[in-house]
C-alpha cells in the first residue's frame, strides 16, 4: 500500500481530525482564549485519547504479539515468570486482568486509561499550556509509541514522572519509578543516567558542544560497534535476558529499524533537524529570559536525548533515547509560557505543518495496520 495526502486524508482522516482540533485548542490557549476552559479540554482531550487507544481492533504495529501473550496467560507463576518476550512487569499486569476479563479490549481500556491518565496529571502539574502539550504527544508519541508498544508508552510515563521526582530531590521515589518502568521495559534502566546530570541547566555553548561531539562519535558507528561488543563480553558470564536483548539488537538491528519508505539518512536528517529548530526556539526564549529551575532540569533532558539519538544514529539503539524525548510534552509548554502572544503564533504554525508531516511519518511506516482506523465497532473494515 502507497502513501500520500490523499489517503491520509481518506483512509486517515480520524487522524487527521483529532490532530486539528488538538492544533485548535492548542492555538485558542496560545492567544489565552481557552483561560480557565484548558483544564476542561485537557481532561476531554485524556478520555479521546484513552477511548482511542482502548477501543482499537487490530489497529498499530503492536496488535498481534500484544494480544497473543493476552490471550495465552495462563494464571499460573511459573508460566507467568517464564515469558521470555515480554517483561515480567506487562505479563503480570496482563494477567491482573484476566483474572476478571478475558476481553482484550477490557485490557486496552484499562492500559490506556492507566497510561493517559498518569501522563495527564503531570502534564496538568507541570505543564502551563496542557492542550499543546496534548498536541505535541499525539503528533509525536502516541501513533508511534502508544500504538507501537503499549508496554514502552507505561515505561515512559512512569519515566516522566520519575524525572519530575528527581528534581525535587525525592530520589527515593525517583528509583522506585525507574524501577516500576524497569518492569514494563528493561530499556528503560537508560534513565540511571540522569543521576549524573547536573541540576544546573546547560549553557548554550555546551549544548552546540555536546552535540557536535555526538554527531562526530555516531557518525563513525562507534556507539553501535561498543554496545555489540559489550553484549558479546557480558554474554560470556551473565546469562540474563538484559544482555540477551542488547546481543540480539546488535546483530539484528537494520531489521528492526523502523521503515518509512524514506532514506535511512534523509530520515535521520529530518529528525535532527526537527530537534534542532525546536532547540533554536529554546534557545530563543533562554537567551530572553531567567528560565526557572524545573524548565532548566527539563531543558537538560532533552538534550540528554538528543545527544543520545546523535550518539546511537544510525542502529536500533537510538530508541533508548525515546526515553528521555518524551519530556518535549513538559518542556515545550513550560518555555511557552515565556514567550510573547506573537511568537506562541508563529512557532505554533510552524508545528501545525511540521506536525502534520511527523504524523504522516508514523502511518507511513505501516499504513496498513492504522488505516482506516478500525475500533470494536466497525471491524472488518480494512
Same mark, same amino acid.
Given at each position: 500500500?502507497?502513501?500520500?495526502?490523499?489517503?491520509?486524508?481518506?483512509?486517515?482522516?480520524?487522524?487527521?481530525?483529532?490532530?486539528?482540533?488538538?492544533?485548535?485548542?492548542?492555538?485558542?490557549?496560545?492567544?489565552?482564549?481557552?483561560?480557565?476552559?484548558?483544564?476542561?479540554?485537557?481532561?476531554?482531550?485524556?478520555?479521546?485519547?484513552?477511548?482511542?487507544?482502548?477501543?482499537?481492533?487490530?489497529?498499530?504495529?503492536?496488535?498481534?504479539?500484544?494480544?497473543?501473550?493476552?490471550?495465552?496467560?495462563?494464571?499460573?507463576?511459573?508460566?507467568?515468570?517464564?515469558?521470555?518476550?515480554?517483561?515480567?512487569?506487562?505479563?503480570?499486569?496482563?494477567?491482573?486482568?484476566?483474572?476478571?476479563?478475558?476481553?482484550?479490549?477490557?485490557?486496552?481500556?484499562?492500559?490506556?486509561?492507566?497510561?493517559?491518565?498518569?501522563?495527564?496529571?503531570?502534564?496538568?502539574?507541570?505543564?502551563?499550556?496542557?492542550?499543546?502539550?496534548?498536541?505535541?504527544?499525539?503528533?509525536?508519541?502516541?501513533?508511534?509509541?502508544?500504538?507501537?508498544?503499549?508496554?514502552?508508552?507505561?515505561?515512559?510515563?512512569?519515566?516522566?514522572?520519575?524525572?519530575?521526582?528527581?528534581?525535587?530531590?525525592?530520589?527515593?521515589?525517583?528509583?522506585?519509578?525507574?524501577?516500576?518502568?524497569?518492569?514494563?521495559?528493561?530499556?528503560?534502566?537508560?534513565?540511571?543516567?540522569?543521576?549524573?546530570?547536573?541540576?544546573?541547566?546547560?549553557?548554550?555553548?555546551?549544548?552546540?558542544?555536546?552535540?557536535?561531539?555526538?554527531?562526530?562519535?555516531?557518525?563513525?558507528?562507534?556507539?553501535?560497534?561498543?554496545?555489540?561488543?559489550?553484549?558479546?563480553?557480558?554474554?560470556?558470564?551473565?546469562?540474563?535476558?538484559?544482555?540477551?536483548?542488547?546481543?540480539?539488537?546488535?546483530?539484528?538491528?537494520?531489521?528492526?529499524?523502523?521503515?518509512?519508505?524514506?532514506?535511512?539518512?534523509?530520515?535521520?536528517?529530518?529528525?535532527?533537524?526537527?530537534?534542532? *529548530?525546536?532547540?533554536?526556539?529554546?534557545? =530563543?526564549?533562554?537567551? /530572553?529570559? $531567567? !528560565?526557572?529551575? +524545573?524548565?532548566?532540569? %527539563? &531543558?537538560?533532558?532533552?538534550?540528554?536525548?538528543?545527544?543520545?539519538?546523535?550518539?546511537?544514529?544510525?542502529?536500533?539503539?537510538?530508541?533508548?533515547?525515546?526515553?528521555?524525548?518524551?519530556?518535549?510534552?513538559? *518542556?515545550?509548554?513550560?518555555?511557552?509560557? =515565556?514567550?510573547?502572544? /506573537?511568537? $506562541? !503564533?508563529?512557532? +505554533?504554525?510552524?508545528? %501545525? &505543518?511540521?506536525?502534520?508531516?511527523?504524523?504522516?511519518?508514523?502511518?507511513?511506516?505501516?499504513?496498513?495496520?492504522?488505516?482506516?482506523?478500525?475500533?470494536?465497532?466497525?471491524?472488518?473494515?480494512?
Amino acid at each position: 500500500m502507497g502513501f500520500d495526502i490523499g489517503i491520509l486524508l481518506s483512509d486517515g482522516w480520524l487522524y487527521v481530525a483529532i490532530y486539528l482540533y488538538l492544533f485548535v485548542l492548542a492555538f485558542l490557549e496560545s492567544c489565552k482564549k481557552l483561560s480557565t476552559a484548558k483544564g476542561v479540554f485537557a481532561l476531554i482531550s485524556m478520555w479521546i485519547f484513552s477511548l482511542f487507544i482502548g477501543l482499537r481492533w487490530e489497529t498499530g504495529t503492536d496488535w498481534t504479539p500484544y494480544k497473543e501473550l493476552f490471550d495465552s496467560i495462563e494464571l499460573d507463576w511459573t508460566f507467568l515468570l517464564n515469558v521470555y518476550h515480554f517483561d515480567v512487569g506487562y505479563v503480570l499486569f496482563n494477567a491482573l486482568v484476566r483474572m476478571f476479563s478475558d476481553s482484550y479490549t477490557v485490557f486496552l481500556l484499562i492500559n490506556s486509561f492507566v497510561t493517559i491518565y498518569v501522563l495527564y496529571r503531570l502534564i496538568r502539574k507541570l505543564s502551563p499550556h496542557p492542550n499543546l502539550s496534548w498536541y505535541l504527544f499525539f503528533s509525536a508519541f502516541m501513533i508511534a509509541q502508544f500504538m507501537g508498544s503499549n508496554r514502552r508508552m507505561m515505561a515512559m510515563v512512569f519515566l516522566l514522572w520519575g524525572f519530575y521526582y528527581l528534581f525535587d530531590r525525592q530520589k527515593l521515589k525517583y528509583l522506585l519509578m525507574v524501577g516500576l518502568a524497569f518492569l514494563f521495559h528493561r530499556s528503560a534502566v537508560i534513565a540511571l543516567v540522569l543521576l549524573f546530570i547536573p541540576r544546573e541547566m546547560f549553557s548554550r555553548w555546551s549544548v552546540v558542544v555536546m552535540l557536535f561531539a555526538a554527531f562526530i562519535v555516531g557518525a563513525a558507528q562507534l556507539p553501535a560497534k561498543g554496545m555489540e561488543l559489550l553484549g558479546n563480553s557480558l554474554s560470556g558470564f551473565l546469562n540474563i535476558p538484559l544482555v540477551d536483548k542488547m546481543v540480539y539488537y546488535s546483530e539484528t538491528s537494520d531489521q528492526h529499524m523502523v521503515k518509512t519508505g524514506v532514506a535511512a539518512v534523509i530520515q535521520i536528517i529530518l529528525a535532527v533537524g526537527k530537534r534542532s *529548530l525546536f532547540l533554536l526556539f529554546y534557545f =530563543y526564549i533562554i537567551g /530572553r529570559n $531567567k !528560565i526557572d529551575p +524545573l524548565t532548566g532540569w %527539563l &531543558f537538560n533532558i532533552y538534550i540528554i536525548g538528543f545527544v543520545g539519538y546523535l550518539f546511537f544514529m544510525g542502529s536500533f539503539f537510538y530508541m533508548l533515547t525515546a526515553f528521555f524525548a518524551i519530556v518535549e510534552v513538559l *518542556l515545550v509548554g513550560r518555555m511557552f509560557s =515565556y514567550a510573547k502572544e /506573537r511568537v $506562541k !503564533i508563529g512557532v +505554533l504554525f510552524f508545528m %501545525l &505543518f511540521y506536525g502534520l508531516f511527523q504524523t504522516m511519518s508514523s502511518l507511513s511506516a505501516y499504513p496498513d495496520l492504522y488505516m482506516p482506523y478500525q475500533s470494536i465497532f466497525n471491524i472488518g473494515i480494512r
